[in-house]
């Protein structure tokens, strides 16, 4: 497997070589938001071809902001990082893996819609031709078993239904890497499980990241859990 | 477009939206509305000033949708999508405005209906009001969509790595507009601009609040800056909230040409709220038998009563000096010089009880002229005698005491009072 997670104690990021193409690689990684920094220093490599991993770390640990650069939706501000064989310092390589990943945020239940309409919104946001659209927001809602749920209130739905929805929506455009942010967080313990069950389920066939702040939970869909202190990796 | 966004939010926010700014609306109009007035521009007023109610309930609506919005989770996941993070939530925004247009149209129908249903009415629909009141709506929700847009961006960070002051930027030049009209809006209170005309430029400025009178006409172009005010406010709004969501500068440049039109707007509106109404260019309604009585065009439906009430006090005066030979209606503030025979009346509404104002009026310089008559004619003495009590009391058909008649006559008093039809009139002007 190889994956390796360390403290990045000198100030000094170490040059990496290109990694393979199934592979995450960070090096001295930092960003700089509004002043602060969510994230100071993480070093790691991961193969993500080898199971889903789990970050875990309390609330402002860097989860998000990790994540943030994991999906190439913002520059590294020091250090390098390497996705999926692609150069996340260019604006090339973030745009790439923007279109290949799917960055799943803490859910939510958005008012007024069912979930095929919500599943529909999200294969829109993310650019589906049409021509696809229809296939794609079928295979997810294949994928998630949510068939029978599809003109179902998003609020009116079981929280399980909700948070598989939410999922779909997210992965509609069968992305290459998945970024779960939050999602077994605050929920009752039986939707943690239900949920658990979902995620060792995408794993099989896509690379899975899972942030969360509880390591035990994110234990039962994850191959390896790693922690996040304070924006600096310490373990794993 | 997301015809799945527009379902969900046609499904869920337009009712929200629409129901209150419909109620709201007709409440407003409905309670603007001039009594007995049933012009189409006094319905185009109270269409106008619906917006004062409708329209902060618009915005507050708007803002409470737009953060529910965001904070059910709707905003991430648009904003992790490969179309413009502002693209979402203008759609969300257009079917919010929408509904808030549709709620207005539906106070217009009912306004214009029940207008239509009073019988002829006088004057044209005026289409430039209704423009405005529309524009004044929207600025209203678009502004409820910026705070919406400022508060969200308060509490998601939008980004990471994003430089904020894109936000500051986005704050500053939506404010431009908005410090410009409060500091026109200081400066009319201050010189008094536009007090005690039909639209004062404060009122004009975020919530209409125009009282239109029979006797004035709008001037031509007021409703026009009024627009222009309004539409460059809800562009700078809308354009400012784009800039605070997708950080772009090309919203910057939007953001000034909007910023533009509103200021060039709110200068053509200081302008013409200074002098805000001509006087009407429209000719009177006369009604020549039995009597001569002209108003208005927008009281034509009062002339029959009026003629009756007039008729009535012209009656007991015929054949004196005092006698009623034409009654013209007069602008207030008007008190045109009487020629013989001929008296003005002033009447601002067709409020209940119209007819007896206008009556009083009259019986009051028609008392005038008698008593004119009088200390002409007759000696010291007799002009001494305080007729104009038993005079007055028996024009305007009210009993009269005797206290009264004793007082003016000289008769011994008596405990019953007598009431006057106006009939025995000769025998109270005998005493001349």
């Known amino acids: ?236 | 477009m997301s015809l799945a966004l527009l379902a969900a939010e046609g499904r869920y926010a337009a009712p929200i939206m629409l129901v209150p700014v419909a109620i709201l609306g007709i409440a407003g109009a409905w309670r603007a509305l001039t009594p007995g007035m049933t012009g189409w521009d006094f319905t185009g007023d109270a269409i106008l000033d619906s917006v004062r109610g409708s329209g902060p309930a618009a915005a507050g609506l708007t803002a409470w949708l737009t953060i529910a919005s965001e904070r059910s989770g709707l905003g991430r996941l648009e904003r992790l999508g490969r179309r413009s993070a502002a693209a979402g939530p203008l759609i969300r925004l257009g079917v919010a405005a929408s509904a808030a247009l549709a709620g207005y149209t539906l106070t217009a129908g009912a306004i214009a209906a029940w207008t239509g249903a009073q019988g002829p009415i006088t004057g044209s629909f005026p289409p430039q009001e209704l423009a405005a009141g529309a524009a004044a709506l929207l600025a209203h929700v678009a502004l409820g969509f910026l705070v919406a847009m400022l508060w969200c961006a308060r509490c998601y960070p939008v980004r990471p790595g994003q430089p904020f002051p894109a936000v500051g930027a986005a704050v500053a030049a939506a404010a431009v507009p908005a410090a410009a009209a409060t500091a026109s809006w200081a400066l009319a209170a201050w010189s008094g601009t536009g007090r005690g005309s039909g639209a004062s430029l404060p009122s004009m400025l975020w919530s209409p609040d125009v009282h239109h009178s029979p006797f004035t006409d709008w001037r031509s172009g007021l409703f026009v800056a009024a627009l222009t005010w309004f539409c460059g406010l809800a562009a700078a709004a809308i354009v400012a909230a784009g800039l605070i969501l997708t950080r772009r500068h090309r919203y910057a440049i939007g953001l000034a040409a909007a910023s533009i039109v509103a200021v060039v707007g709110l200068g053509q509106l200081r302008a013409d709220t200074g002098h805000p109404i001509t006087p009407v260019t429209a000719s009177v309604v006369c009604r020549s038998w039995p009597l001569e009585v002209c108003v208005y065009p927008a009281f034509a439906s009062a002339l029959p009563r009026l003629e009756s009430a007039f008729t009535a006090v012209a009656a007991q005066v015929s054949g004196t000096p005092a006698a009623v030979r034409s009654i013209v209606q007069l602008p207030p503030g008007d008190n045109a010089s009487q020629w013989p025979g001929g008296y003005g009346f002033h009447l601002d509404d067709l409020g209940p009880g119209y007819e007896l104002r206008a009556e009083s009026d009259l019986v009051r310089q028609v008392t005038g002229a008698l008593n004119r008559a009088n200390r002409s004619r007759a000696s010291p003495d007799q002009t001494h005698l305080n007729r104009t009590p038993l005079g007055t009391a028996t024009l305007r058909r009210e009993p009269v005491t005797a206290d009264i008649g004793a007082a003016t006559i000289g008769s011994p008093p008596s405990r019953r009072p007598v009431t006057h039809g106006g009939a025995d009139l000769p025998a109270i002007l005998a005493i001349r």
């Open chain 1, 1 to 236: 497997m190889g994956e390796s997670l360390e403290h990045d104690a000198s100030a000094h990021s170490p040059t990496v070589t290109k990694p393979g193409r199934a592979a995450i690689l960070a090096s001295g990684l930092g960003l700089c938001h509004r002043g602060k920094w969510p994230l100071r220093s993480v070093t790691f490599s991961v193969d993500t071809s080898a199971g889903a991993v789990g970050i875990a770390g309390a609330h402002g640990s860097g989860k998000t902001a990790l994540f943030a650069l994991l999906g190439g939706f913002a520059p590294p501000a020091r250090g390098e990082l390497w996705v999926l064989g692609k150069d996340m310092r260019t604006y090339r390589g973030r745009d790439t893996i923007r279109r290949r990943v799917g960055l799943i945020p803490p859910p939510g239940r958005p008012l007024g819609f069912t979930v095929l309409e919500l599943v529909t919104h999200a294969a829109w946001l993310l650019g589906l031709p049409v021509s696809h659209r229809r296939a794609s927001v079928a295979g997810a809602l294949q994928r998630l078993q949510l068939a029978n749920w599809v003109s179902a209130s998003i609020n009116a739905a079981p929280d399980d239904v909700a948070l598989r929805a939410w999922l779909a929506a997210c992965t509609v455009h069968e992305p290459d890497l998945i970024l779960v942010d939050g999602l077994l967080d605050g929920i009752a313990e039986d939707d943690a499980l239900a949920m658990a069950g979902c995620l060792r389920s995408l794993a099989v066939s896509t690379a899975l990241l899972v942030a969360g702040r509880d390591a035990a939970r994110l234990a039962r869909c994850c191959a390896r859990v790693f922690t996040l202190t304070d924006g600096i990796a310490d373990g794993g």
